[in-house]
């Protein structure tokens, strides 16, 4: 059994995993914050004045805080975890089949501290210093267009892993944008030393399989405690994700998951979530 257990929306917080906002939120554009799921470009630097500012907050009530890319770091170091990362993102159909190989010697190559960034923050066409290939997609890209996007959206922690009772679930997120984050996760909770060992209880996600139309966000998932959860089912948490995860709780949940309460929400951005 886990360590790790959430049973309210409300109770003593114990320990939270956040993310620092880094490069991914300065390479934030007005040609791409619609695609990256933001409304507008921010100030990253007070962005993250006020992140440090709430976290130690946090600190201050004796909240332990886990920085999400320390632990992506953390994570690269173990063996075996880079070769999970770059066999399902370093793919053909990802990249292209010429810049499969080059994108794969950054991420088995690069240091740790480097590549964390890296993958949150995005890669660059000029990040694979590539002099000569026969790509389609490097003769289409300027220097400065990316071979893997930013990840700004890895602010909201809450989306991509949601523990609810003593399991958690790796959501397959719904928009193209979001979908590296569950990836990024998946690498942390089976390879970093304090996850890898603890007898993590997954309910969804935490597999190679296809998931959509079965998508999910944890910002639509609710532990309202007493063995109920309510999960919101929307914009971005889909009526299958939600069919195919109350099951999952029903059968993984060790008895502690009674009841599955479904609120539907509209499908507009407004009501993206059901914590919203």
């Known amino acids: 059994m886990s360590e790790y257990h959430v049973d309210s929306e409300v109770g003593r917080l114990e320990s939270v995993i956040v993310h620092r906002p880094g490069l991914e939120l300065a ?16 100030w990253a630097a007070r962005a993250r004045e006020e992140h440090d500012a ?67 923050g995005g890669v660059l066409k000029k990040d694979l210093h590539l002099p000569h290939t026969q790509s389609l997609l490097w003769s289409y890209l300027d220097d400065y267009d990316f071979i893997l996007t930013p990840l700004p959206n890895h602010l909201f922690q809450r989306d991509n892993t949601a523990f609810a009772y003593d399991g958690l679930s790796v959501n397959p997120m719904a928009k193209p944008a979001r979908k590296r984050e569950t990836l990024h996760s998946r690498t ?15 309910y969804y996600g935490n ?22 959860i309510m999960i919101g089912m929307g914009e971005r948490t889909t009526p299958q994700g939600v069919e195919v995860l109350a099951r999952k709780y029903f059968k993984y949940g060790q008895g502690k998951i009674t009841k599955v309460i479904v609120v539907e929400l509209p499908k ?7 914590d919203t």
């Open 27 to 42: 390479r934030l554009t007005p040609s791409n914050v619609e695609d990256l799921l933001f409304d507008d470009v921010m």
């Open 54 to 120: 709430f976290s130690q907050k946090l600190r201050d009530k004796g909240i332990e805080v886990l920085h999400f890319q320390t632990l992506l770091k953390e994570a690269l170091d173990q063996p075996g975890a880079r070769e999970f990362l770059d066999e399902r993102l370093t793919t053909a159909t990802q990249v292209g089949p010429a810049l499969d190989e080059p994108l794969s010697e950054l991420v088995m190559e690069q240091e740790s501290e480097l590549l964390s960034e890296a993958m949150i």
């Open 188 to 202: 942390i909770w089976n390879f970093h030393p304090r996850f890898a060992n603890a007898g993590l209880n997954f």
């Open 207 to 228: 597999d190679d399989e296809h998931h959509e139309p079965a998508t999910v966000e944890g910002g639509d998932i609710l532990v309202i405690g007493n063995g109920a």
């Open 268 to 274: 507009t951005r407004a009501f993206m979530h059901l």
